[in-house]
C-alpha cells in the first residue's frame, strides 16, 4: 500500500500520528510534504509521531520533507 504527492499541513490529533496514523506492514509514503503537524495526546499511550505514526514492520518514507511537525506527552 501506498501513498504519493500528499501535502499535509498544520493537522492535529488528539493521540498518534498528527497527520496519518498507519496500521499495517509494508507502507509506503512518497513525494510527501509535511509542516507544523502536532500529534497530541497522553502517556503512556498516545502523542507519537508528529507527523506520522507508522504501527507494522517495513514501513518506508522516500523522497519527502518534513518541517515543524511536533508530538506532545502530558
Not at 31 to 37: D, K, L
Request: proline share 1%; glycine share 14%.
Amino acid at each position: 500500500l501506498g501513498i504519493t504527492n500528499i501535502t499535509c499541513i498544520n493537522h492535529t490529533a488528539s493521540g498518534d500520528g498528527g497527520a496519518i496514523y498507519w496500521y499495517g506492514d509494508d507502507g509506503t509514503i512518497q513525494n510527501a510534504r509535511f509542516e507544523y503537524n502536532l500529534a497530541n495526546g497522553t502517556l503512556p499511550d498516545y502523542g507519537f509521531g508528529g507527523a506520522i505514526r507508522f504501527v507494522g514492520s517495513r514501513s518506508i518514507v522516500k523522497n519527502s520533507t518534513f518541517y515543524s511537525n511536533k508530538a506532545t506527552f502530558q
